[in-house]
């Protein structure tokens, strides 16, 4: 049974930084990597970038995220993390990391790819 959860979240103010975390389990099976996602209120879920399982390479949904955001392991077999920096009120979200089982597509956070989802962490900016 694949259990993949995100811890960290919080309220933080405007300008400060938080670190997120993810841990995925169960994965008995091939998988690519690890993604983080993220969805404001009243808003469709966005991604914000991705891991490699093997490589440890990452690959961000664009250069606003890759400025915002920083995706990192210490090995291979640790929790993965979404580093925030400079953190606005617009960031509020539920952040959430998902499991990569298929490439199907070029775009490294395409939904679809993402078998299993965590349940999500708020991450709350205000001062």
């Known amino acids: 049974q694949v259990q993949v959860v995100e811890s960290g979240g919080g309220l933080v103010q405007p300008g400060g930084s938080l670190r997120l975390s993810c841990t995925a389990a169960g994965l008995t099976f091939n998988y690519h990597g690890i993604g983080w996602f993220r969805q404001a209120p009243g808003l469709a879920r966005e991604g914000i970038g991705f891991?490699?399982?093997?490589?440890?390479?990452?690959?961000y949904a664009n250069a606003y995220m890759k400025n915002r955001f920083s995706i990192s392991r210490d090995h291979a077999k640790s929790p993965v993390y979404l580093d925030m920096h400079n953190v606005e009120p617009e960031d509020t979200a539920v952040y959430y990391c998902?499991?990569?089982?298929?490439?199907?597509?070029?775009?490294?956070?395409?939904?679809?790819?993402?078998?299993?989802w965590g349940q999500g962490t708020q991450v709350t900016v205000s001062s």
């Open positions: 998902a499991v990569r089982t298929s490439w199907n597509h070029l775009d490294p956070v395409d939904m679809s790819d993402y078998a299993y």
């Open positions: 891991i490699d399982k093997s490589t440890g390479g990452t690959s």
